[in-house]
């Protein structure tokens, strides 16, 4: 049972990239997913969020605009497309079966980080 986030890379400023999650040994459907990144020295900051219900999306202010956060039940999987990144997006990012702004639990699922570099 995992969750696992990929897609990390570098990229130049303004450029674009797609982070997945992709869960194994359990059903993702079922789960809300989230977004979280932490930069070098700054704690974790969440980004993004996806309902199991009814898809409903939300942002932070800092990303809105310039990232999407999708699900795909069939595959199993999230994705974070990433566009118009700037150097400052730079970080490790984190996809879990928890939102942000809500209480995790032991029971929430975490993947491990996936590094993004925006260069200016």
């Known amino acids: 049972v995992q969750l696992q986030a990929s897609g990390g890379g570098s990229v130049q400023a303004g450029g674009s990239l797609r982070l997945s999650c992709t869960a194994s040994?359990?059903?993702?459907?079922?789960?809300?997913i989230g977004w979280f990144r932490q930069a070098p020295g700054k704690e974790r900051e969440g980004i993004a969020c996806i309902t199991s219900t009814d898809g409903s999306t939300s942002y932070a202010d800092s990303v809105k605009g310039r990232f999407t956060i999708s699900r795909d039940n069939a595959e199993n999987a999230g994705y974070l497309y990433m566009n118009n990144l700037k150097p400052e997006d730079t970080a490790v990012y984190f996809c879990?079966?928890?939102?942000?702004?809500?209480?995790?639990?032991?029971?929430?699922?975490w993947g491990q980080g996936t590094l993004v570099t925006v260069s200016s």
């Open positions: 040994g359990f059903a993702l459907h079922h789960y809300q």
């Open positions: 879990a079966t928890v939102c942000p702004g809500v209480v995790p639990t032991p029971y929430d699922y």
